[in-house]
T-cell receptor
Framework: AQSVSQHNHHVILSEAASLELGCNYSYGGTVNLFWYVQYPGQHLQLLLKYFSGDPLVKGIKGFEAEFIKSKFSFNLRKPSVQWSDTAEYFCAVSFKAAGNKLTFGGGTRVLVKP | NAGVTQTPKFRILKIGQSMTLQCTQDMNHNYMYWYRQDPGMGLKLIYYSVGAGITDKGEVPNGYNVSRSTTEDFPLRLELAAPSQTSVYFC???????????????FGAGSRLTVL
């Protein structure tokens, strides 16, 4: 079965620090890749997505992610975080072989200290 | 434009009780989904529907049932609530296009269910 792994369950960092969250997926042929964010008390929102083309995609709020096909990875980055980036971040992959249903990673809780 | 609306937001059930979580979307999306979110486990797909009258099981369907009589509504039913069903439930919808195959989900606000 297809699977998505996020490397860290919890990340704590200070404002202005750089953030990188790892995401790897199992081999599954054609994929579409997503990062969703869930701010405290809110529902999940799309942060960014990759369908095709330039493997470096930019999303909202200064986030970007890089698709490395050879490593089955889609890591999320932000050069300088803010307190408002405190949230839980979910990597998700839709595998064409699985009818394009989304498979989510376990999530990474990010706490940014002011 | 309300998007995806879920009710109730919170509910406490006793073991063995039944209930229905309601989900409505006003975006005319064909695809609808129910996920449960448990700490450290991400979101697990319970059931999904590709259109009115069509439903299918996801990863964790046991103990749940769904129906899709209209494009807008996709209720999730728990027949005999168990403590293992304590979770946060999210309904989502998407307008999967055949060309792109890209599946961008719009989520509801979630329903927190506790079974005691």
């Amino acid at each position: 079965a297809q699977s998505v792994s996020q490397h860290n369950h919890h990340v704590i960092l200070s404002e202005a620090a750089s953030l990188e969250l790892g995401c790897n997926y199992s081999y599954g042929g054609t994929v579409n890749l997503f990062w969703y964010v869930q701010y405290p008390g809110q529902h999940l929102q799309l942060l960014l997505k990759y369908f095709s083309g330039d493997p470096l995609v930019k999303g909202i709020k200064g986030f970007e992610a890089e698709f490395i096909k050879s490593k089955f990875s889609f890591n999320l980055r932000k050069p300088s975080v803010q307190w408002s980036d405190t949230a839980e971040y979910f990597c998700a992959v839709s595998f064409k072989a699985a009818g394009n249903k989304l498979t989510f990673g376990g999530g990474t809780r990010v706490l940014v200290k002011p | 434009n309300a998007g995806v609306t879920q009710t109730p937001k919170f509910r406490i059930l006793k073991i063995g009780q039944s209930m229905t979580l309601q989900c409505t979307q006003d975006m005319n999306h064909n695809y609808m989904y129910w996920y449960r979110q448990d700490p450290g486990m991400g979101l697990k797909l319970i059931y999904y529907s590709v259109g009115a009258g069509i439903t299918d099981k996801g990863e964790v369907p046991n103990g749940y049932n769904v129906s899709r009589s209209t494009t807008e509504d996709f209720p999730l039913r728990l027949e005999l609530a168990a403590p293992s069903q304590t979770s946060v439930y999210f309904c989502a919808s998407s307008d999967l296009t055949i060309n792109s195959g890209a599946n961008v989900l719009t989520f509801g606000a979630g329903s927190r269910l506790t079974v005691l």
